[in-house]
Structures are given as C-alpha cells and as structure tokens.
C-alpha cells in the first residue's frame, strides 16, 4: 500500500540530475572550443598565402628574365639574374614563409656582381606562384629542381651551362633548401638562415607566440593537428624533419642563426648541425640578431657569400 505524503513536503527529487546535466554540458563546450582550437592550428599550418588564387605573373626588373613551369598542382614561377662577369655557379636563393622572390631582388643582383647566375624563385602558395598549401620543402624541393632543370635546358641550347649549384634559404626556405640539397647532385653547398630543425619540434613555441595566454599543447593535440593536416592536404607533415636531410647531404653545409632569436630559437641550429657528417659543417651565431633582423643583416649575407666563394674554390 503506497504511504500518502505528508500534508506540506515536495516529493523527493533525484538529486544528481541537475549536476550531471551541468557537466555534460561543459563537456561539450569544451570540446567545441578544443575542436576551433585545433581546425585554427591546422588552417595556420597548411593554409598558403595565396590558397584558392590563380596568382597573375610577375614582371621581372629590367636585369632578369621570367620563368614560369607548371608543377604538380602549382604554378611555380622564378626571376633569373645573368652575372655581370663570367659565370663561376648558379645560386638559388629562396625566401621564409609568407614572404616571396622579390624581397630578394637586392641580394640577387649582389651574387650577380660577384659571378654568380641568381635565381630567386616564388615557393609554391607564395608571391605569384599558386599553390593551396604549404608543404616545408616536402614539395618545394622538386619545384627547385624543376626550375634548374628549365634553366639548364635553356643553358644548355645557348651553350651556357648551369655549373654547379649552391643554395641558400631563411627560416622556411631553409628547411627547402636542405631538402633539395639532400635529394639533388647538382648541389655543392648548401647555406641556411634561422631554420627550424623539424617542424613538429618548432610547433609548441609557434603556438606560444601565436597564442600566449593558452598553455603549450601537449603531444596529443600535436599528433591530432598534424594528422587532420595530412588528411586535409594529402601531405604527410610528419615527415618535414630537417635533421633527416642534413644526415643525407655529402656537401659543406652552413647555417647561420641569430642568437636572439624567439620564434625559432638557436637550439634549433645546435640540432642541425649535431646531426651533420664530421667536419661537413659550419654554424656561424650572430650576436644581437633576431630572426626577422638576421634576414637584412649584410653581415651575414656576406657570410654566406664567402662560405660558397669558398667551397667552389677547392
């Protein structure tokens, strides 16, 4: 027999309901927030300048020529500058994320005046060459190797050989230039500026700069961030380690590395040059050089210079 309730008192309520809803619902919330955060990331990631254009030409100073080659899903284009005096190397010269070809101009003609046959080439998403995602040097290095291939035709039908080739890159175009240097005979030096050693390593202190008030993401986030990119992009992330490439590389290599640099740390050059053959390399650090400042040191890019002026010479 059910006990009526007593005159005045509210029935019994389950208790839990209330707190387990409110908990639910912060989950949730939580993992749309952790879910923007990491489609952030991965759009910072793999997202080139020029996602979804179909960049117009360049025109090119009155001392270059234009090339343009149609490369696996991009247009790559480059500006070559004949040296003014006898032609001793071609020199590639490659730019960092975000930036493109003709913030090399000035530096182009300076190898030029010094003999050197200058290319300056747009890395594919970047400048006027098309190209939706960025591939740190997965896909950049066969783009390089493309353009010498046209240019050494093209050497070759004027009776102008392509000699031998050095290469030079900041920060992003570093990591380019090592790749092409470990894949690619025609290298004979190989000369970097602030690079990163891999990307999954320069990862968390990115995210501290970009977003300072979150704490750094812990391995697992990383590994969701890189996968959702390959997934995306058709490009395995994983695989952009520039220590593998230095370990591959039989040719001097030098890497030049300010010493106040924080958005790619010199530990990073320590890294690359750790993993270089015996007396195959060179780290040259620069007092007082940050990683944007080190880029228009002339210091530096006279360093750089003198380290291919010399190898050539042996």
Same mark, same amino acid.
């Given at each position: 027999?059910t006990?009526?309730?007593?005159?005045?008192?509210?029935?019994?309520r389950?208790?839990?309901?209330?707190?387990?809803?409110?908990?639910a619902?912060l989950?949730?919330?939580?993992?749309?927030m952790?879910?923007?955060?990491?489609?952030?990331?991965?759009?910072?990631?793999?997202t080139?300048?020029?996602?979804?254009a179909?960049?117009?030409?360049g025109?090119?100073?009155?001392?270059?020529?234009?090339?343009?080659?149609?490369?696996?899903?991009?247009t790559?284009e480059?500006?070559?500058?004949?040296?003014?005096?006898?032609?001793?190397?071609?020199?590639?010269?490659?730019h960092?994320?975000?930036d493109?070809k003709?913030?090399?101009?000035?530096?182009?003609?300076?190898?030029?005046?010094e003999?050197?046959?200058?290319v300056?080439?747009?890395?594919?998403?970047?400048?006027?060459?098309?190209?939706?995602?960025?591939?740190?040097g997965?896909?950049?290095?066969?783009d390089?190797?493309?353009?010498?291939?046209?240019?050494?035709?093209d050497?070759?039908a004027?009776?102008?050989?392509?000699?031998p080739?050095?290469?030079?890159g900041?920060?992003?175009?570093?990591?380019? @230039? +090592?790749?092409? =240097? !470990?894949?690619?005979?025609?290298v004979?030096?190989?000369?970097?500026l602030? #690079?990163? &050693?891999?990307?999954?390593?320069?990862?968390?202190?990115?995210?501290?700069?970009?977003?300072?008030?979150?704490?750094?993401p812990?391995?697992?986030?990383?590994?969701? @961030? +890189?996968?959702? =990119? !390959?997934?995306?992009?058709?490009?395995?992330?994983?695989?952009?380690?520039? #220590?593998? &490439?230095?370990?591959?590389?039989?040719?001097?290599?030098?890497?030049?590395?300010?010493?106040?640099?924080?958005?790619?740390?010199?530990?990073?050059?320590e890294?690359?040059?750790?993993?270089?053959?015996?007396?195959?390399?060179h780290?040259?650090?620069v007092?007082?050089?940050?990683?944007?400042?080190?880029?228009?040191?002339q210091?530096?890019?006279?360093?750089?210079?003198?380290?291919?002026?010399?190898?050539?010479?042996?």
């Amino acid at each position: 027999m059910t006990k009526p309730s007593e005159p005045g008192r509210k029935p019994p309520r389950r208790q839990w309901l209330r707190p387990a809803l409110g908990a639910a619902l912060l989950i949730v919330l939580l993992w749309v927030m952790l879910n923007g955060i990491e489609q952030w990331a991965v759009g910072a990631l793999i997202t080139a300048p020029n996602y979804g254009a179909t960049p117009a030409p360049g025109e090119p100073p009155a001392d270059a020529h234009r090339i343009r080659i149609e490369r696996e899903g991009a247009t790559i284009e480059a500006f070559v500058f004949e040296p003014t005096d006898g032609m001793r190397a071609t020199a590639v010269i490659l730019h960092g994320l975000g930036d493109q070809k003709d913030s090399f101009i000035g530096t182009a003609r300076s190898f030029a005046r010094e003999g050197y046959r200058a290319v300056i080439i747009d890395l594919r998403g970047h400048g006027h060459s098309g190209g939706d995602y960025l591939t740190y040097g997965l896909l950049d290095a066969d783009d390089v190797g493309a353009v010498l291939d046209d240019i050494d035709g093209d050497a070759l039908a004027s009776g102008d050989a392509l000699g031998p080739v050095v290469i030079v890159g900041p920060s992003y175009g570093g990591a380019v @230039a +090592l790749r092409f =240097a !470990a894949q690619d005979p025609r290298v004979r030096a190989v000369a970097t500026l602030a #690079t990163f &050693a891999s990307l999954r390593g320069i990862l968390p202190n990115y995210a501290r700069l970009m977003a300072p008030m979150l704490p750094p993401p812990p391995e697992w986030f990383i590994d969701w @961030a +890189l996968d959702d =990119a !390959a997934a995306e992009s058709g490009i395995d992330y994983a695989r952009c380690d520039s #220590t593998d &490439a230095v370990h591959a590389i039989r040719v001097p290599i030098l890497f030049v590395h300010g010493e106040n640099d924080v958005h790619i740390p010199i530990e990073n050059a320590e890294t690359l040059y750790a993993s270089c053959w015996p007396e195959q390399c060179h780290l040259e650090r620069v007092e007082g050089q940050d990683h944007i400042s080190i880029l228009s040191d002339q210091a530096s890019w006279s360093t750089v210079r003198s380290f291919f002026d010399e190898v050539l010479a042996r």
